[in-house]
């Protein structure tokens, strides 16, 4: 069993800020979290952080805190009725880079666990105790202290910290192949230690997301999931990297296509398909638990449904989109495309009018219903074919991919909207603020809520009539 913290943009500095940046005195704060779960992990994901202020402490000095009871109450009621988790921080002034645990933590965690077990059975207790350039962390289970495998801010750059008590382990899995050499030129070991360890999902490998795989596995990442229900057809082989004719002519399906050609440039690449639409609930099983999501989607529908995943489960989202028009006249009256990112803690696509609600709550219909829409004159344009070239997918992939090795390596300042234009041709770049009361990430929205609550839109969507059952031969 894998255990990750996660933290939103923002609130690690913070925290830190408040563990070490007073004194020489120890310094306390809590964390609530709420718990993601999937196959072989488990994520607390951090929603609130709460310091502990020097009223709150009935004692405090280099080696010792000591909080005051009705903090202690109204901390814990807090817990029991939003039934988040709590992680109990408190700082090492004097360690730096083997923080760990004393015998009296230890001691007193113990205590703790036992009462937290018996009162509030239905939340999670883990602790962490922060040096100036080290962390421990574990999380009690059945009365047991278990390691923390890594603590992740998603602040730029992103950086797994691994708790002292999982260094060996990092170390041994961090190693980058020899026909990386180049890469890790550009990026330094480090760096591309950090991009291979990132499990990559790819929403859509259609035109844009065929590319992106392609450029995935060049890059050296290690594990990748693939979500897309359709199947290839003739129309796609002018842009489907990796398609052959005699893919079109069995129908196959377009994540199997996209793994066969990951494989073919890594073969011990972990690839993991799904032939799903981005809704239904075995897709969004598997996406919660990956690092980064990838969306190559052409409707609002699954731009909802990811945005709403990358929030409520701490897992930053890329969403890519390209796109041309023709002119009545001929040749192009416009061309283009987007990457836009969406890093839990500061804005999301909601924040910016990135999805249209209208359009998503339409394409979210049953094919019967939509034909009913349709001829009420409610929806216009439907299932009409749209232009597409490989040149501009791959202009567009190309940024997402850049922007995500920028994310995990820092090479420059971090873009968090990219706007193409191919007929000027012109790159601009914008941010957005978050906004406080956005239905999606503000204050009352589902900020790394993980399982607590539904996924707005998941189960929605309904599977094509195509959609094969997937075997596990793959084709090289």
Not at 81 to 91: C, K, R
């Amino acid at each position: 069993m894998r255990r990750e913290i996660l933290l939103p943009g923002g609130a690690w500095p913070a925290l830190r800020a408040h563990l070490l940046g007073q004194g020489e005195r120890e310094q306390l704060a809590f964390l609530l979290a709420a718990v993601a779960k999937g196959r072989g992990w488990l994520r607390l994901l951090v929603r609130h952080v709460l310091p502990v202020a020097p009223d709150d402490l009935a004692r405090q000095s280099s080696t010792c805190l000591e909080v005051r009871p009705e903090f202690s109450q109204a901390l814990l009621r807090r817990c029991y009725e939003t039934g988040l988790s709590l992680i109990e921080v408190h700082s090492h002034p004097f360690a730096r880079r083997h923080a760990a645990f004393s015998a009296i933590d230890l001691a007193n965690e113990a205590d703790k666990a036992r009462y937290i077990a018996q009162k509030i059975p239905h939340i999670r207790h883990a602790a962490m105790v922060v040096g100036h350039q080290s962390l421990d962390a574990h999380l009690w289970e059945d009365q047991e202290a278990v390691p923390i495998d890594l603590v992740r801010p998603l602040d730029p750059p992103v950086t797994n910290l691994i708790p002292t008590s999982a260094l060996d382990t990092a170390k041994r899995e961090s190693m980058p192949a020899p026909w990386l050499d180049r890469q890790v030129r550009a990026f330094g070991q480090e760096g591309q230690a950090r991009l291979q360890a990132v499990r990559v999902g790819v929403v859509g490998c259609g035109g844009t997301g065929s590319a992106v795989v392609q450029m995935l596995a060049h890059l050296g990442v290690r594990r990748l999931v693939l979500v897309d229900p359709d199947i290839v057809e003739v129309t796609n082989l002018n842009r489907l990297v990796g398609a052959r004719p005699r893919d079109a002519r069995d129908g196959r399906p377009k994540v199997k296509v996209a793994r066969r050609l990951a494989r073919q440039i890594n073969p011990g690449l972990k690839v993991q398909v799904l032939a799903l639409p981005a809704g239904d609930p075995r897709a969004v099983a598997v996406l919660k638990g990956t690092d980064l999501i990838l969306g190559c989607v052409d409707n609002h529908a699954c731009r909802l449904i990811l945005n709403q995943l990358a929030i409520q489960y701490l897992v930053p989202y890329l969403d890519l989109g390209a796109g041309l028009e023709a002119a009545p006249e001929g040749g192009l009256s416009a061309a283009g495309g987007q990457v836009r990112l969406v890093c839990p803690g500061r804005a999301c696509l909601a924040c910016t009018d990135g999805i249209d609600r209208t359009e998503a709550a339409q394409e979210m219909l049953s094919p019967l219903a939509r034909q009913r829409q349709a001829a009420r004159g409610y929806i216009h344009g439907i299932d009409i074919p749209t232009p597409a070239v490989l040149f501009l997918n791959n202009a567009i992939a190309s940024l997402a991919v850049a922007e995500f090795v920028n994310m995990w390596t820092g090479y420059r300042t971090a873009g968090e909207h990219l706007y193409f234009d191919l007929l000027r041709p012109q790159l601009t770049s914008a941010r957005a603020d978050r906004w406080p009361s956005c239905i999606a990430c503000g204050t009352e929205g589902t900020l790394a809520l993980g399982d607590q609550v539904p996924l707005p839109g998941v189960g929605v969507e309904r599977l094509p009539d195509h959609v094969p059952v997937l075997n596990h031969r793959d084709e090289v």
